[in-house]
């Protein structure tokens, strides 16, 4: 099964009395900012301007976003971050910033290749020093087609469900037979499934998240103490705090507990689509009664009872046992890439430097 691209939509939709080059302002008002987002049926949870709210008041960035008008009703809004230097000819920009989610431009109606291009165009026209953009893979034909010149392609893969056809169909049809069995024996394993946004949810799940973060660590020859830095810079507990405060109608935790225990947990952010962005558990149990495949049984269901067109898995990267877990349920392997624009090799000598670092360490990429 194949996840349809909107770049075959895109591409169809008639030039008519467009403008080539696009009127452009900032900042985008909220209220047409959510009207774009509500007519893009691509459109993800992280490209929402809840979703933007929260980055700059809890990733204590710049919201430089921008709303691109081509006249005739079609108009694209391009979240976008800064850090709070106001130095803009030195200031790095990012849609969205790591560890946030997907970005790239959202619009009214599906945007043409050369719309897109004309976009990027303007990105690398201002005085910035780089600019990242992951958009959403979904997207990925389309951005083949429109980067021009100076931006650099990134590979990465990432796994999308099809939700077309409601949840019967997705789990008669596209979780394989050893998923619904092993769905089968979780629920007989006694485990309790609950959902929401408290405080106290996020708190089981950062427990989960620290101890898997060790895990992670250990696989990979990392330092507990290196570990415990990276994953507290990266995800606090205080983000997801105020996650759940901020974005509060996208984010929903979902918390598999045995005996009142947690010992599995996931981070689904749900809107028009669904985006499964983080996981954790207790691998001492959570393996041994399939929790996990519980918790994607119980947040697929949701999204499909909501009305979303697809479950977005999120970055897979190069590991085999995660692209199975994924495949296991039905989701597609999407190749896409993150594009990144720089006025100096900024992303080369980061590079450079982490590789320099893992190599003393004795860090191995799993």
């Given at each position: 099964m194949?996840i349809?691209s909107?770049?075959?939509a895109?591409?169809?939709?008639?030039?008519g009395?467009?403008?080539?080059?696009p009127n452009?302002?900032m900042?985008?008002a909220?209220?047409?900012?959510?009207?774009?987002?509500?007519?893009?049926?691509q459109a993800?949870?992280?490209q929402?301007?809840k979703?933007?709210?929260?980055?700059?008041?809890?990733?204590?960035f710049?919201?430089?976003?921008?709303?691109y008008d081509?006249?005739?009703?079609?108009r694209a809004?391009l979240p976008?971050?800064?850090?709070q230097?106001?130095?803009?000819?030195w200031?790095r920009q990012f849609?969205?910033?790591?560890?946030?989610?997907f970005g790239g431009?959202i619009?009214?109606r599906?945007l043409?290749?050369?719309?897109?291009?004309?976009i990027?165009?303007?990105v690398?026209?201002?005085p910035?020093?780089s600019t990242q953009?992951?958009?959403?893979p979904?997207d990925?034909?389309l951005?083949r087609?429109?980067a021009?010149?100076?931006?650099?392609?990134?590979a990465?893969t990432?796994?999308v469900l099809?939700?077309e056809?409601?949840?019967d169909?997705?789990f008669a049809s596209?979780f394989k037979s050893d998923?619904?069995?092993?769905?089968?024996?979780?629920?007989?394993a006694?485990?309790?499934?609950v959902?929401?946004?408290s405080?106290?949810l996020?708190?089981?799940?950062?427990?989960l998240?620290r101890?898997?973060?060790?895990?992670w660590?250990r696989?990979?020859?990392?330092?507990?103490?290196?570990?415990r830095?990276?994953?507290?810079?990266r995800?606090?507990?205080?983000k997801?705090?105020?996650?759940?405060?901020?974005?509060?109608?996208?984010?929903?935790?979902?918390?598999?507990r045995?005996?009142?225990?947690p010992v599995a947990a996931?981070?689904?952010?749900?809107d028009?689509?669904?985006h499964?962005t983080?996981g954790a558990?207790?691998?001492?149990?959570?393996g041994e009664?399939?929790?996990n495949?519980?918790?994607?049984?119980?947040?697929?269901?949701?999204?499909?009872?909501?009305g979303?067109r697809?479950?977005?898995?999120g970055?897979?990267?190069?590991?085999?046992s995660?692209?199975?877990?994924?495949s296991r349920?039905?989701?597609?392997?999407?190749p896409?890439?993150?594009?990144r624009?720089?006025?100096?090799?900024?992303?080369a000598?980061?590079?450079?430097?982490?590789?320099?670092?893992k190599?003393m360490i004795g860090?191995?990429?799993?």
């Amino acid at each position: 099964m194949t996840i349809p691209s909107s770049s075959e939509a895109s591409q169809a939709s008639p030039a008519g009395d467009l403008q080539a080059v696009p009127n452009v302002s900032m900042p985008v008002a909220e209220q047409m900012w959510n009207a774009v987002y509500q007519t893009d049926d691509q459109a993800m949870p992280t490209q929402s301007p809840k979703w933007a709210e929260a980055v700059a008041r809890i990733g204590r960035f710049r919201d430089v976003s921008r709303l691109y008008d081509f006249g005739g009703g079609q108009r694209a809004v391009l979240p976008m971050f800064a850090g709070q230097m106001p130095g803009a000819r030195w200031s790095r920009q990012f849609s969205p910033p790591a560890a946030w989610g997907f970005g790239g431009p959202i619009a009214s109606r599906p945007l043409s290749a050369a719309q897109l291009r004309s976009i990027l165009e303007d990105v690398a026209a201002l005085p910035a020093l780089s600019t990242q953009i992951r958009p959403n893979p979904l997207d990925a034909g389309l951005w083949r087609e429109a980067a021009p010149r100076g931006w650099t392609a990134i590979a990465r893969t990432a796994h999308v469900l099809s939700l077309e056809g409601g949840f019967d169909k997705v789990f008669a049809s596209r979780f394989k037979s050893d998923t619904r069995n092993r769905i089968r024996r979780a629920e007989r394993a006694g485990l309790e499934i609950v959902s929401g946004n408290s405080t106290d949810l996020v708190g089981e799940f950062h427990a989960l998240l620290r101890r898997s973060i060790l895990r992670w660590g250990r696989r990979q020859g990392e330092p507990a103490p290196l570990a415990r830095f990276r994953g507290n810079l990266r995800d606090p507990q205080s983000k997801f705090v105020g996650l759940a405060a901020v974005a509060q109608p996208l984010f929903r935790l979902w918390i598999a507990r045995l005996a009142g225990k947690p010992v599995a947990a996931i981070l689904v952010l749900r809107d028009r689509q669904a985006h499964y962005t983080r996981g954790a558990m207790d691998e001492t149990v959570a393996g041994e009664t399939y929790a996990n495949y519980l918790l994607h049984h119980a947040a697929i269901k949701d999204a499909c009872e909501h009305g979303c067109r697809h479950y977005h898995m999120g970055e897979t990267g190069n590991s085999a046992s995660l692209a199975q877990f994924k495949s296991r349920f039905g989701a597609v392997a999407v190749p896409y890439a993150e594009y990144r624009h720089e006025r100096l090799p900024i992303s080369a000598l980061q590079d450079k430097a982490k590789s320099m670092v893992k190599r003393m360490i004795g860090f191995r990429d799993v």
